[in-house]
């Protein structure tokens, strides 16, 4: 399926505007269709699985910048740390630990993001208050695994209010944190069904899939 070409220039005119940075999620797309993407100038990508991404990461321009934006098991993670650009999907204290030993082998400074749980569903990964505030107070230990800010996904749900609601409360978890480190500036919250919320609710970086690549065809 070609990329939505028309709805890529619009979206990312609209994000430039507003200084926001746009992650093209391109998990299930082929090489072709990321290729295409990149001769737009598309330069961010994300994908959520440690294979599908290391074969398309050989394969493709070495400038993009990946994203990693699933849940990472913790055996995996060296597989994608000699070029990964930033890892949205920290959801414990042992992961980041491994993040940092890892990368302090390859002698190389890795961003990460701290994903909180802020759905009603069960089923989503990401950190409680408790462990948020556990890791954050303990970030300067792992002086290779480099927390720059925060991820999270809101319910999947019909009600943009519940939706407004959650991601108010990670901006609000982000603010709380923001003035410890110089180096923790993105929110990344927003994606096809609910950027625009986000957008107004402070998001600093959106993860954009379907809205630009089409549907994808699940697996
Ligand atoms: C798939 C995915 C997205 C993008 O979803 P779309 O609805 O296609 O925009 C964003 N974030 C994460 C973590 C994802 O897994």
Redesign the pocket.
């Known amino acids: 399926m070609p990329v939505n070409t028309e709805a890529y220039q619009s979206l990312k005119s609209e994000l430039d505007s507003k200084n926001i940075t746009l992650v093209a999620?391109s998990?299930t797309k082929t090489v072709d269709e990321i290729k295409e993407m990149y001769d737009l100038g598309q330069r961010d990508f994300?994908e959520?699985y440690v294979q599908e991404l290391v074969k398309k990461q050989e394969r493709l321009p070495q400038d993009i910048r990946w994203h990693y934006?699933?849940h990472l098991q913790r055996n995996k993670v060296k597989h994608i740390i000699p070029f990964v650009q930033l890892i949205?999907?920290v959801d414990s204290l042992k992961l980041l630990a491994e993040i940092n030993k890892e990368a302090a082998k390859k002698n190389r400074v890795v961003d990460c993001l701290l994903q909180v749980h802020i759905a009603q569903e069960e089923t989503k990964f990401g950190l409680d208050e408790r462990e948020l505030d556990e890791i954050m107070n303990r970030a300067e230990a792992f002086s290779f695994a480099r927390i720059t800010g925060l991820m999270g996904?809101a319910s999947l749900t019909e009600d943009m209010n519940k939706v407004r609601s959650e991601f108010r409360r990670l901006k609000e978890y982000f603010d709380q944190y923001k003035s410890r480190s110089t180096v923790f500036t993105i929110l990344s919250m927003g994606?096809?069904?609910d950027y625009r919320i986000a957008i107004e609710e402070g998001s600093t970086m959106v993860?954009?899939?379907?809205?630009i690549?089409g549907e994808?065809v699940k697996k």
């Open positions: 999620v998990k994300g959520n934006i699933g949205q999907s996904m994606m096809t069904s993860r954009i899939g379907s809205l690549f994808r």
